[in-house]
């Protein structure tokens, strides 16, 4: 049993910077490998972001290569992703993303970014 509660959000204009959190707990939060971002915008799916192993691999969707930034503290179980160079197509909902290496997966409700001038 893990949950996992974004923050962060909110209205930025172009060219504008936003970090986003995710804050980990539950009695099962040592289980987890893999945390990371996806987005969904309306009518799209929702698609990866980032990820972040528990030893600090990072990936990265090929749109937000050189702008976003993934990192996590584990003593804190938290992670983080720094947006810059933010865009208007950035704009949805961005949901904390958590994963086990059994394949149990783990979803935060979801924190909205508007990027608009």
């Known amino acids: 049993q893990v949950q996992l509660v974004e923050s962060g959000g909110g209205l930025v204009q172009p060219g504008g910077s936003l970090r986003l959190s995710c804050a980990a707990s539950g009695r099962t939060i040592f289980s987890i490998n893999l945390m990371g971002w996806y987005h969904q915008a309306p009518g799209k799916e929702r698609e990866l972001v980032a990820l972040?192993?528990?030893?600090?691999?990072?990936d990265y969707a090929d749109s937000v290569k050189g702008r976003f930034t993934i990192s996590r503290d584990n003593a804190k179980n938290t992670v983080y992703l720094q947006m810059n160079g933010l865009k208007p197509e950035d704009t949805a909902v961005y949901y904390c993303y958590g994963g086990t290496p059994g394949g149990v997966v783990y979803w935060g409700q979801g924190t909205p970014v508007t990027v608009s001038s």
């Open positions: 972040i192993s528990r030893y600090g691999v990072t």
